[in-house]
């Protein structure tokens, strides 16, 4: 019926605020950013917003619990969370060079907080890459919304 396909898209704006999109920002470096990430997971816990953290190891719900899953992986932890309906926002802690390898899960972000170089290699954490950091940057900026 031609009325209900004109009368759809006002509709739909009445039930999804903005594009639609979830806030997705990233906090690269390493030792000190969960610290901010947790930060940031506070301030929009604040505003009311269900806000989950991600590292390739670590997972936060909104109430500080840790999220079980069976993989270290950055990009397999936020893929999966960007399938779950109570995900609000997300942060991803950057701490490996992960990315360089497998892209970014997602196609917008919209904040980088770049703590520091300190980048370790995904396969050997105990290694420390001193030119990732920079690579990391320049592949997330092509992500980064207006």
């Known amino acids: 019926n031609d009325i209900a396909k004109s009368a759809m898209p ?3 704006k009445t039930l999804i605020n903005g594009d639609g999109r979830i ?4 906090v690269l470096g390493n030792d000190f950013e969960m610290a901010e ?4 997971q506070q301030a929009l816990l604040k505003r009311g917003v ?11 719900k909104p109430d ?3 999220m079980s899953f069976p993989f270290q992986s950055l990009f397999n932890r936020t893929s999966a969370l960007l399938m779950n309906s109570s995900v609000e926002a997300l942060i991803l802690s950057v701490q ?7 892209g970014l899960p997602v196609n917008q972000v919209n904040k980088l907080i770049h703590i520091n170089d300190e980048i370790s290699d995904w396969e050997d954490p105990g290694v420390r890459l001193e ?9 997330i ?5 207006t």
Request: aromatic residues 8%; hydrophobic residues 25%.
């Open 131 to 139: 030119t990732a950091s920079h690579n990391l940057v320049e592949q």
């Open 50 to 60: 269900d806000c989950y953290l991600t590292s390739h190891s670590e997972t936060l």
């Open 37 to 40: 990430a947790r930060s940031r």
């Open 96 to 102: 490996t060079n992960e990315f360089l390898q497998t």
């Open 10 to 12: 006002s509709y739909l």
């Open 64 to 66: 500080g619990q840790p």
């Open 23 to 26: 806030p997705i920002e990233i």
């Open 141 to 145: 900026e092509h992500y980064l919304g």
